[in-house]
């Protein structure tokens, strides 16, 4: 075999790996939440769904706001801060609401080895344990899909758990809450993506606080019924 032939063959090898860690993972994502908009649809229903908590800045304030709207949500935690605040998680669990796994530390799918993203991911599932089912549903930190994620996803029998609408809550300028509230209700329904951890930042909390509020009403308002995420899978 020619150099050329050799260099070829090494360049197709290399977009080919390229193409399955990164290319195929998000044509699954965007499939996925073609599928999650389409339930969402049919359903006529809305998701509350927070990332990164449990925090005892917001955690306790939204789980009041939810309680005085007898409303139900699904919390995606990060195993770190499950250690620093497992009395929230075990009120979150005990007022009904749902849990789910968000990593143990969040890392950064393309800033970090494969194997320590899997390792991360398993150690997320381990300290969620008194929580959470082995199988229990998964968000990658950052949204960003990967293939040895989806891989060690599926030795478990796990869900991957998207989004259809991000509030945009972290953003540096955040959207007027009016955006999620006119997104939703064009949908008909729709997951909502929310952070209930920013340290040190009360507006954020106001903002999250407020969207949630005004979702409530909103989906009251619209005869949509307010879910948590299993229950939306649930229904076929």
Request: charged residues 20%; aromatic residues 10%.
């Amino acid at each position: 075999m020619s150099s050329v032939a050799y260099v070829t063959a090494a360049i197709v090898i290399a977009l080919s790996l390229v193409a399955a860690m990164y290319v195929a993972p998000y044509a699954i994502k965007w499939r996925q939440r073609r599928e999650l908009r389409a339930l969402c649809r049919q359903q006529r229903c809305v998701v509350l769904t927070y990332d990164d908590g449990p925090s005892k800045d917001i955690t306790p304030q939204l789980l009041d706001l939810l309680s005085s709207h007898r409303a139900r949500a699904t919390f995606f935690l990060r195993g770190d801060q499950a250690v620093t605040n497992p009395h929230l998680v075990d009120r979150i669990v005990s007022e009904g609401h749902e849990v789910g796994c968000h990593s143990a530390r969040h890392y950064h799918p393309w800033k970090t080895l494969p194997w320590k993203l899997t390792s991360d991911m398993n150690e997320g599932y381990r300290i969620l344990s008194p929580w959470i089912r082995p199988n229990g549903l998964f968000r990658p930190p950052f949204g960003k899909p990967f293939l040895f994620v989806f891989i060690g996803l599926a030795l478990r029998r796990s869900r991957l758990a998207w989004w259809t609408i991000d509030s945009g809550d972290t953003f540096s300028a955040r959207p007027p809450i009016e955006h999620a509230l006119a997104a939703a209700r064009a949908a008909q329904g729709g997951v909502i993506l929310m952070h209930d951890r920013r340290e040190n930042n009360a507006s954020h909390a106001q903002y999250v606080l407020e969207l949630t509020d005004r979702l409530l009403q909103m989906a009251r308002s619209e005869n949509l019924a307010v879910k948590r995420m299993s229950e939306l899978f649930s229904v076929r």
